[in-house]
Nanobody
Framework: QVQLVESGGGLVQAGGSLRLSCAASTSAFSRYNMAWYRQAPEKQRELVARIFSSGTTNYADSVKGRFTISRDNAKKMMYLQMNSLKPEDTAVYYC?????????WGQGTQVTVSS
């Protein structure tokens, strides 16, 4: 069982920045494909950004050029740097870890962007 704990959410004005962190409990962290998802009220959970164990990244079109995903395998941490935030980025952001058939989720952290 892998535990994921997100932090760094909060309230920010449009145009501002936040950095989300995800701490993982597994010593095999480097072997996991990691991702950030988000879910806004009354909407489905959607993929924001993914970083594979290889280091390859991909992003949702809506955040390209504004968000940057990264990982520090030695610290068992994943990050999401969010710049130029917009009100439509308001959501609960979830950390996700996948390896083979196993998938784990964090409890989420709220990001609210005011206009």
């Amino acid at each position: 069982q892998v535990q994921l704990v997100e932090s760094g959410g909060g309230l920010v004005q449009a145009g501002g920045s936040l950095r989300l962190s995800c701490a993982a409990s597994t010593s095999a962290f480097s072997r996991y494909n990691m991702a950030w998802y988000r879910q806004a009220p009354e909407k489905q959970r959607e993929l924001v950004a993914r970083i594979f164990s290889s280091g390859t990244t991909n992003y949702a079109d809506s955040v390209k050029g504004r968000f940057t995903i990264s990982r520090d395998n030695a610290k068992k941490m994943m990050y999401l740097q969010m710049n130029s935030l917009k009100p439509e980025d308001t959501a609960v952001y979830y950390c996700n870890a996948v390896r083979e058939t196993n998938t784990y989720w964090g409890q989420g952290t709220q990001v609210t962007v005011s206009s």
